[in-house]
């Protein structure tokens, strides 16, 4: 594990860190309340990825462009610590990765949040659905090296715009819809579940289910975005299409986000 930063202590009046949720990619996605918070900021911090998904970025620094075209705020950037995607245990890679981006977190806001400052780092989607920031936010003020109040701003998760996109719900009449990752779906279908939202696949999970019948599926990636590709259909169908658009995306873009709405069928 590297080893963390760890700053004297530093006192900061009344400073506040806002986590805001600014949509899947859509600068008309953000909400009223995000906007609200980004013309609070003094400072926005930037984790940035390196190589291609530097897109992400740029897609931050456009929403900036859209909702406070004025600026007032600096922007400060730091390199996002990359997980460790070879490792034996997922969990503790995750871990392991979470403590990496406190330690940037903690050097950024001890850095260049002053006093009566407000800080915001701007969130795909919404922080409260598979984001890590909270969680490393809340690290970092347990560390005790610096002192802030934070405030989370909720945003439109990609699921939600995802089933936008498709023109579709998230669950049928009185059914239950659960949120699962692909790793969870590749050991079996959620019990109890008709409808089965799915994130982080980075193995085409959805593959273990195309022979079963009466599976439909809704698939988006870069949902939001110019870049924006649907595919909706039977499984059986159009497994092989979604898995031969994604690679293709993937080896395009160098990067990809995307989710699907698994659905059986009553």
Same mark, same amino acid.
């Given at each position: 594990?590297?080893?963390?930063?760890?700053?004297?202590?530093?006192?900061?009046?009344?400073?506040?860190v806002?986590?805001?949720?600014?949509?899947a990619?859509?600068?008309?996605?953000?909400?009223?309340?995000?906007?609200?918070?980004?013309?609070r900021?003094d400072?926005?911090?930037?984790?940035?990825?390196p190589?291609?998904?530097?897109?992400?970025?740029?897609?931050?620094?456009?929403?900036?462009?859209?909702?406070?075209?004025?600026? !007032?705020?600096?922007? =400060?950037? +730091?390199?996002?610590?990359?997980? @460790?995607? *070879?490792?034996?245990?997922?969990?503790? &890679? %995750? #871990?392991?990765?979470?403590?990496?981006?406190?330690?940037?977190?903690?050097?950024?806001?001890?850095?260049?949040? !002053?006093?009566?400052? =407000?800080? +915001?780092?701007?969130?795909?989607? @919404?922080? *409260?659905?598979?984001?890590?920031?909270? &969680? %490393? #936010?809340?690290?970092?003020?347990?560390?005790?090296?610096?002192?802030?109040?934070?405030?989370?701003?909720?945003?439109?998760?990609?699921?939600?715009?995802?089933?936008?996109?498709?023109?579709?719900?998230?669950n049928?009449?009185?059914?239950?819809?659960?949120?699962?990752?692909?790793?969870?779906?590749?050991?079996?279908?959620?019990?109890?579940?008709?409808?089965?939202?799915?994130?982080?696949?980075?193995?085409?999970?959805?593959?273990?289910?195309?022979d079963?019948?009466?599976?439909?599926?809704?698939?988006?990636?870069?949902?939001?975005?110019?870049?924006?590709?649907?595919?909706?259909?039977?499984?059986?169908?159009?497994?092989?299409?979604?898995?031969?658009?994604?690679?293709?995306?993937?080896?395009e873009?160098?990067?990809?986000m995307?989710?699907?709405?698994?659905?059986?069928?009553?």
């Amino acid at each position: 594990m590297a080893g963390s930063f760890r700053a004297e202590r530093v006192v900061l009046v009344r400073a506040q860190v806002e986590v805001v949720g600014i949509g899947a990619g859509d600068p008309g996605h953000v909400t009223v309340a995000a906007v609200d918070a980004l013309r609070r900021a003094d400072v926005v911090f930037f984790l940035d990825k390196p190589g291609e998904a530097r897109e992400l970025s740029d897609l931050r620094e456009a929403i900036l462009a859209t909702h406070v075209p004025g600026g !007032g705020y600096r922007v =400060v950037r +730091a390199e996002d610590p990359p997980r @460790d995607r *070879a490792a034996d245990g997922y969990a503790d &890679a %995750v #871990v392991d990765w979470r403590v990496r981006r406190a330690d940037v977190c903690e050097r950024l806001i001890a850095e260049h949040l !002053g006093e009566g400052e =407000v800080g +915001a780092f701007l969130v795909w989607g @919404d922080p *409260a659905l598979y984001d890590s920031i909270i &969680a %490393v #936010v809340e690290d970092v003020r347990a560390r005790g090296t610096t002192e802030f109040d934070v405030r989370v701003i909720p945003g439109i998760s990609s699921v939600s715009a995802l089933a936008a996109r498709h023109a579709t719900t998230l669950n049928q009449v009185a059914g239950a819809v659960q949120i699962t990752t692909g790793r969870r779906l590749a050991a079996g279908w959620p019990q109890d579940a008709d409808d089965v939202v799915v994130m982080l696949d980075a193995r085409n999970a959805f593959l273990e289910h195309r022979d079963e019948p009466g599976v439909t599926i809704h698939w988006g990636a870069y949902v939001g975005t110019e870049d924006e590709i649907l595919i909706a259909g039977p499984l059986a169908e159009v497994a092989e299409r979604i898995v031969e658009t994604r690679e293709r995306a993937r080896a395009e873009k160098g990067w990809i986000m995307d989710t699907y709405l698994l659905r059986r069928t009553r």
